[in-house]
């Protein structure tokens, strides 16, 4: 049973209608219904089933209020994969000539935040109210049936000072195929950021979706991607977070064709103070087909939040389904709740579903410090490994090199936890 509050009552609400309504957002009807919606719902808390574990009334509360500091400029940043295609949503479209296959439209007006499903158990969708109440703007991409884009297409929302607000909608063509790369980048101190984007993959097409989620520690990030796969089409996803004081990623993904597969892979990386939540449904409606889930947790303090749902639709025999998380807890300061679930009302399938939470395994540490490796190396070999192996999962030689680099560097900064830990 769920339970909703339908008042603002908290200062955190508050402040963000009067940011909602400060951002000359009420001039468009379909933003002025989501500000409404946000007004009436408020934030969802722990009485929330699907929010248990993100009591996001409470813990936005705990960030500190934007001070007013200007937005790092995004133009700097230098694309996660080479040669990209930058495409900052909302803004005018460039580029669409010298990429054949390829068309890129500003979007038009607010998105609409009732019009794909509300996968989860609330009366409104949080991410999308907050993401049109605050003023996305957008962006519709279409490749071409046959057309394989070889160039990555890097999606970005437009910087403002209190938080980038972005939506996109993707259709990607019979049997087309494409890369994007979804960028989260530091803001201002304080600041609130969104994104939304739908996908549709037509029969047999296939796309690589990489969310780099890099967030400053004093900023709060929610993300949702919803992906709708026909027939024999493929989804290949992988989702880096490494930053956020606050952070919630929602992935729904449906299978509407025969012979579609989901591929989802991820790593968070957690340091003391960061509450970072993936939530993930994975609908199979028809029969023979297949996905797998893994995350992988690296918490050297803060709390990580996992909830996978698989559901099997009645009549969808032949699915083949599975998600995992684990995680490795490096101090005594950070923690993991997990949730999956299996919904399945068909008597023909394979699924399963896991999550662990331990320690650095002792023994592997011996052997590493028995031949010479001091200790806190041998430490710092076992993590990359415990990531390295679903980043190596993707079959694209540039994207494995850069979210390699990301997570080095990640790891390669002592924090007073893997400190104390090593000691």
Not at 88 to 107: F, K, Q, V, Y
Not at 120 to 134: G, H, K, P, S, Y
């Amino acid at each position: 049973m769920s339970l909703t509050n339908k008042t603002v009552t908290t200062p955190v609400e508050t402040a963000l209608v009067e940011r909602a309504e400060a951002s000359g957002a009420v001039a468009d009807a379909g933003r002025k219904d989501a500000i409404e919606a946000l007004r009436a719902y408020g934030l969802p808390n722990r009485r929330v089933e699907a929010w248990h574990y993100t009591d996001l009334r409470a813990l936005m509360g705990r960030v500190p209020a934007a001070a007013g500091a200007e937005a790092p400029a995004t133009s700097f940043l230098t694309p996660f994969l080479p040669h990209s295609l930058v495409v900052e949503l909302g803004a005018e479209p460039a580029g669409n000539d010298a990429h054949p296959g390829l068309a890129i439209a500003r979007g038009d007006g607010a998105a609409d935040w009732r019009e794909t499903a509300n996968h989860l158990d609330r009366e409104v969708d949080t991410i999308r109210v907050v993401n049109a109440a605050l003023g996305a703007t957008g962006t519709a991409i279409k490749v071409a049936a046959g057309a394989d884009v070889d160039t990555p297409i890097e999606l970005r929302p437009e910087p403002r000072a209190e938080g980038a607000h972005g939506y996109a909608t993707l259709n990607i063509g019979t049997r087309a195929k494409a890369v994007v790369v979804e960028r989260a980048a530091p803001g201002a101190a304080g600041a609130v950021s969104s994104t939304v984007s739908s996908v549709e993959l037509e029969e047999g097409a296939e796309i690589l979706w990489i969310v780099v989620q890099e967030k400053g520690t004093d900023e709060t990030h929610l993300g949702q991607l919803n992906v709708r796969l026909g027939a024999d089409s493929k989804l290949r996803l992988f989702v880096l977070n490494a930053g956020g004081a606050v952070v919630r990623q929602e992935i729904h993904a449906e299978t509407v064709g025969e012979g579609a597969d989901i591929q989802i892979r991820g790593v968070n990386l957690l340091q003391s103070g960061q509450h970072v939540d993936v939530t993930s449904t994975l609908y199979h409606n028809v029969a023979h087909t297949t996905s797998t889930e893994v995350f992988r947790n690296v918490v050297t303090g803060g709390h990580s939040v996992f909830q996978g749902m698989i559901r099997v639709a009645k009549g969808a025999q032949k699915t083949d389904a599975k998600l995992a998380c684990n995680s490795l807890l490096l101090s005594d300061e950070g923690d993991f709740s997990a949730k999956p679930e299996l919904e399945i009302f068909a008597d023909d399938v394979v699924c399963g579903h896991g999550a662990t939470a331990g320690e650095i395994n002792a023994d592997h540490l011996f052997y590493l410090m028995s031949r010479g490796i001091p200790e806190h190396m041998a430490r710092a070999l076992l993590v990359k490994a415990f990531v390295d192996e679903v980043v190596e999962e993707i079959e694209h030689e540039a994207a494995v090199e850069a979210l390699e680099a990301r997570i080095d560097a990640w790891l390669a900064v002592e924090r007073p936890a893997q400190q104390q830990t090593a000691a």
